[in-house]
Nanobody
């Protein structure tokens, strides 16, 4: 089992920045990739950014050039999402996700990000 705990959400004005953090623990050796998803009210949960064990990254088109995903494997796994130039449409609950080599998904509890105009 993998446990994920997010932090760093909050309220910010448009154009501002936030940094989300996700701490992974448990059977972290089983993880192949770490991702951030988001879900706005009434909408589906969408992939925002992903990073593999090798450090390869990919981003949703809507956040390219504004968001950066990174990870620190020093002890357990820490994954970060640096969000710059935030827009009201970035408002959502952001979820940390870990995907295992067997295709099992683990989810954090989510953290609210609200961007005011």
């Amino acid at each position: 089992q993998v446990q994920l705990v997010e932090s760093g959400g909050g309220l910010v004005q448009a154009g501002g920045s936030l940094r989300l953090s996700c701490a992974a623990s448990g059977t972290i050796f089983s993880i192949s990739a770490m991702c951030w998803y988001r879900q706005a009210p009434g909408k589906q949960r969408d992939l925002v950014a992903a990073i593999t064990n090798g450090g390869s990254t990919n981003y949703a088109d809507s956040v390219k050039g504004r968001f950066t995903i990174s990870r620190d494997n020093a002890k357990n796994i820490m994954v970060y999402l640096q969000m710059n130039s935030l827009k009201p449409e970035d408002t959502a609950v952001y979820y940390c996700n870990a995907r295992s080599f067997k295709g099992i998904d683990y989810w954090g509890q989510g953290t609210q990000v609200t961007v005011s105009s």
